[in-house]
């Protein structure tokens, strides 16, 4: 009887404390307490399509009846808070970035939602958007004469668990093969996560595993990884985009780190890791091998890494996709990276490597933008004295709010490279309007002009559609002796426009690229205009 009256009397109380909850707007949670806790957490889970929106048919309700949507306790395991405690506003955004960056949703907020005074405490609103996640996986590549496709299946929530599994046939410039995997991204809500992956492919097997704890948050104390590969391939190497010498190549790689956050000032965060590397690489003739193989080499290391991160980040549009948000770091982000290879590893030698990143985002004014990013790699070992340093400058100006000019400049000047981690130009690698593996060298430079045009247009609510015009100019050159033309040798220029297709409601955020190019080339056998069709995460 004494419990029964209990309970009343907490429900009557809670029910007297709520009813004098305020609802708050999210420029009012600035204006709340310092002291204030969080008394409570709701979630509010969205399926992929907005029925109530104008053009909506059976494809969509029939889409929102047989997905399952994201369940509440795979979005609470992402939370960075708890109920109970204090509430601070920062990791409500941190919460946002993490749920934003998983693949099966689309969208996420997170915010306070009501202020109740008697108990100075919140209630903070999780809300989530979905993406359809099961896939029947096709995409289709064409561009220089080359075709390229896969055709699988691909779940990227399982039953709602957050969980992936594919498994897909897919062939390219370089293999055909099957491929099976499965990733968890976060485990029982540990924030550890793991990646399994098998792949049976025309030029040998590959296995990969790793299991990660990364810095999943700002304020993560550690942070530790495992990860292990088995590959062989059939690696070719190519002059004007056609095949003149191939062999085989056999990977053996393990690395594993611990790291930790050893000090954080305000925004600036600066972390160490520990670990080693044993990177065993192995060469092999084919058929077509019509030169000789590269060296067999083994850059086993131990190493040490110090990583900065200054956090500032903001939410953006249109600068790499469009029609969703971006969660874009403003902040300088370092990294440097130093190994010692060691005979006890299995090294060929003593020697160096050194591995330095750079990058900062600038906002120039409200409608300009530059990114920019710079790696320097090396390594000194007996008879070598390899260096590569990439560089790239990203320039958005965001003419209105449906158009964008942007200028990219990517440059990489290496020195002593390995034969088979050789520079190509054309394709994706830059020159859209040039085929794949055109030029090939030590370094290369290409720069491009582009406008960008974002529609309210939507075909079905299932692809949103932007349209590009280009203009690229590049030039790749160093490479040895008998990888040389005196053929387009020079800077090649190119230009084309297109359509891009964003799939707005898939966990994979493909955008589809259909140009039409136009080489400006002294080659009789290269033709004047050429379609180009790629799949890609960026504009």
């Known amino acids: 009887m004494l419990r029964s009256l209990s309970c009343l009397f907490t429900l009557l109380f809670s029910c007297a404390a709520q009813a004098v909850c305020t609802d708050i707007s999210p ?17 509010r889970r969205n399926n992929v399509f907005d029925l109530t929106e104008k053009g909506t048919f059976w494809l969509h309700r029939f889409a929102n009846y047989s997905h399952i949507i994201t369940k509440e306790p795979t979005v609470q395991d992402d939370l960075l808070f708890l109920q109970g405690a204090a509430l601070n506003l920062q990791e409500l955004e941190e919460t946002e970035r993490l749920l934003r960056n998983r693949a099966y949703i689309r969208d996420a907020a997170v915010s306070v939602s009501q202020y109740c005074p008697q108990s100075n405490s919140v209630n903070v609103l999780v809300e989530t958007w979905d993406n359809w996640s099961l896939l029947p996986k096709i995409d289709f590549s064409s561009e220089g004469g080359e075709t390229d496709y896969s055709i699988g299946i691909a779940d990227d929530n399982l039953l709602g668990s957050g969980n992936q599994l594919q498994l897909d046939y897919a062939k390219d410039s370089e293999r055909s093969g099957y491929l099976l995997s499965f990733a968890s991204p976060n485990i029982f809500g540990t924030h550890w996560n793991a990646l399994t992956r098998y792949a049976d492919n025309s030029d040998g097997e590959s296995y990969h595993f790793t299991l990660t704890r990364p810095f999943y948050r700002l304020s993560s104390p550690w942070a530790f990884s495992l990860d292990m590969e088995k590959n062989k391939e059939e690696i070719s190497d190519y002059l004007l ?47 077509l091998t019509a030169y000789d193989l590269p060296p067999d080499r083994n850059l086993s290391a131990v190493w040490l890494e110090y990583q900065l991160l200054v956090s500032d980040y903001r939410k953006l549009f249109n600068i790499n996709q469009f029609n969703r948000v971006e969660d874009i770091n ?44 710079s790696r ?10 390899q260096h590569l340093f990439s560089n790239q400058l990203q320039l958005v100006y965001q003419l209105n709010n449906n158009s964008s000019a942007v200028g990219i400049v990517n440059a990489e000047f290496g020195r002593q490279l390995f034969q088979d981690k050789a520079l190509y130009l054309g394709g994706d690698t830059g020159l859209r309007a040039f085929p794949l593996y055109y030029q090939r060298g030590d370094s290369r430079i290409v720069a491009t002009a582009e406008y960008r045009y974002f529609t309210d247009w939507s075909i079905l609510q299932l692809l949103d559609v932007g349209f590009a015009g280009f203009a690229d100019a590049g030039r790749s050159w160093g490479a040895e002796q008998g990888f040389n033309s005196n053929i387009d040798d020079g800077v090649l220029f190119g230009v084309g426009g297109g359509v891009r297709l964003l799939s707005s409601h898939s966990s994979r955020g493909t955008m589809i690229h259909i140009d039409l190019t136009h080489p400006f080339s002294s080659n009789p056998e290269l033709d004047k205009w050429q379609w180009r069709i790629t799949a890609k995460k960026r504009f």
């Open 330 to 373: 403003l902040g300088w982000q370092a990294r440097l990276r130093l190994g010692r290879l060691q005979s006890w590893l299995g090294a060929d030698d003593a020697g160096w490597q050194l591995d330095t990143e750079l990058a900062k985002v600038w906002q120039l004014n409200n409608s300009t933008f530059l990114l920019g990013n």
């Open 241 to 287: 985009g056609d095949e003149v010498n191939q062999y085989d190549r056999k990977l053996h790689w393990f690395e594993t780190y611990v790291g930790f956050k050893i000090a954080q000032q305000a925004n600036h965060i600066h972390r160490l890791n520990i670990g080693f590397t044993l990177n065993d690489t192995n060469f092999q003739q084919s058929e």
């Open 27 to 43: 420029q009012q949670q600035a204006d709340l307490p310092g002291d204030v806790t969080i008394g409570s957490i709701s979630y």
């Open 376 to 385: 320097y790699q090396a390594l000194w070992l007996s008879g070598i004295n």
